[in-house]
């Protein structure tokens, strides 16, 4: 189920995801991973392209990280030339 939520005094839509994809994603909020088969959101401004967000735009957060993302500040400690996911 999609809805739309505020983050950075902008809108964003939130999607829960099952974590069924096989890929390994890096969370924004703590920069930890999240492996394959563990449930998570996936959430991309809402000023992006359309509903579905460009694909560039989507970022995929621990529940918990999403949840108190007002609460922390950005937590980015990898170099400039390390991987995104």
Same mark, same amino acid.
């Given at each position: 189920?999609?809805?739309?939520?505020?983050?950075?005094?902008?809108?964003?839509?939130?999607?829960?995801?099952?974590?069924?994809?096989?890929?390994?994603?890096?969370?924004?909020?703590?920069?930890?991973?999240?492996?394959?088969?563990?449930?998570?959101?996936? $959430?991309?401004?809402?000023?992006?392209?359309?509903? $579905?967000?460009?694909?560039?735009?989507?970022?995929?957060?621990?529940?918990?990280?999403?949840? $108190?993302?007002?609460?922390?500040? $950005?937590?980015?400690?990898?170099?400039?030339?390390?991987?995104?996911?």
């Amino acid at each position: 189920m999609e809805q739309t939520e505020d983050f950075g005094g902008e809108e964003w839509h939130v999607r829960s995801v099952a974590g069924d994809s096989g890929k390994f994603y890096r969370c924004p909020g703590c920069d930890q991973e999240i492996p394959p088969g563990v449930g998570h959101v996936v $959430a991309w401004p809402a000023a992006s392209m359309g509903a $579905a967000g460009g694909v560039d735009d989507r970022r995929h957060w621990h529940r918990a990280c999403w949840s $108190a993302r007002e609460r922390r500040g $950005a937590n980015v400690l990898r170099g400039r030339g390390a991987p995104r996911y």
